[in-house]
């Protein structure tokens, strides 16, 4: 039985690469992100996850990572499921979709030197460019500072972005995630479009995303 549902979900993370984003999800996308979200095959979820998360490696950026209305819903259920909750069901996910109908959402993972002078997360801007260079600007912007070492995996990017950690006493601010929230209607479910991050009038890193092998 493991050996099939494993196959199951491998078939449903192919087709997931060749489909193209997916703003609006039905009943039958909804179960699929749940199922991947609560497989106990790391290197199920692994594959689906893979092609979300853009390296940058330009410091201070790190890497990007897209939040697309199906993964979310795959990540929501990842997280309930490592603390032992599989009761994430399609009524939970339609309800957290309609929260934020239609959104895309792109992280920007910071780290900072340790001796930096900030005071906050640095006002970055991050737009989409389609491919004939016009900008998309997002609906929306939230900066969150990170105190203390990055803590990697699905469930605290999810919990809290970036591996937050509240700042305590003295402890320098060590990197940040900036989340930038777009309104996905008017994007090409299977288009290439750069994420561009900015400072002013300075471009700081640029990364390639084909949604065509999202979903």
């Given at each position: 039985?493991?050996?099939?549902?494993?196959?199951?979900?491998?078939?449903?993370?192919a087709?997931?690469?060749?489909?193209?984003?997916?703003?609006?999800?039905?009943?039958?996308?909804?179960?699929?992100?749940?199922?991947?979200?609560?497989?106990?095959?790391?290197?199920?979820?692994?594959?689906?996850?893979?092609p979300?998360?853009?390296?940058?490696?330009?410091?201070?950026?790190?890497?990007?990572?897209?939040?697309?209305?199906?993964?979310?819903?795959?990540?929501?259920?990842?997280?309930?499921?490592?603390?032992?909750?599989?009761?994430?069901?399609?009524?939970?996910?339609l309800?957290?979709?309609s929260?934020?109908?239609?959104?895309?959402?792109?992280?920007?993972?910071?780290?900072?030197?340790?001796?930096?002078?900030?005071?906050?997360?640095?006002?970055?801007?991050?737009?989409?460019?389609?491919?004939g260079?016009?900008?998309?600007?997002?609906?929306?912007?939230?900066?969150?500072?990170?105190?203390?070492?990055?803590?990697d995996?699905?469930?605290?990017?999810?919990?809290?972005?970036?591996?937050?950690?509240?700042?305590?006493?003295?402890?320098?601010?060590?990197?940040?995630?900036?989340?930038?929230?777009?309104?996905?209607?008017?994007?090409?479910?299977?288009?290439?479009?750069?994420?561009?991050?900015?400072?002013?009038?300075?471009?700081?890193?640029?990364?390639?995303?084909?949604?065509?092998?999202?979903?």
């Open positions: 039985m493991g050996r099939i549902l494993t196959w199951g979900l491998w078939i449903i993370c087709t997931a690469t060749l489909s193209g984003v997916q703003m609006t999800l039905d009943a039958r996308a909804v179960t699929e992100a749940i199922a991947i979200g609560q497989s106990r095959v790391d290197a199920d979820r692994a594959r689906f996850h893979a979300y998360r853009l390296p940058v490696n330009k410091p201070p950026i790190d890497f990007v990572e897209l939040e697309t209305p199906f993964r979310r819903v795959v990540l929501h259920a990842e997280s309930r499921a490592r603390v032992g909750d599989r009761t994430f069901g399609q009524r939970q996910a309800e957290m979709l929260a934020a109908p239609a959104e895309l959402a792109v992280w920007v993972e910071l780290t900072f030197h340790p001796q930096n002078t900030y005071v906050g997360v640095p006002p970055f801007e991050v737009l989409l460019t389609d491919r260079g016009a900008r998309i600007p997002p609906r929306g912007f939230e900066r969150l500072p990170r105190y203390g070492a990055r803590v995996g699905e469930l605290s990017r999810l919990a809290v972005p970036g591996g937050l950690a509240l700042p305590g006493g003295s402890q320098p601010m060590l990197g940040g995630t900036i989340i930038a929230r777009f309104d996905g209607r008017p994007l090409n479910a299977n288009g290439a479009y750069d994420v561009l991050i900015v400072e002013g009038k300075a471009e700081l890193a640029r990364v390639r995303v084909d949604f065509g092998r999202l979903r």
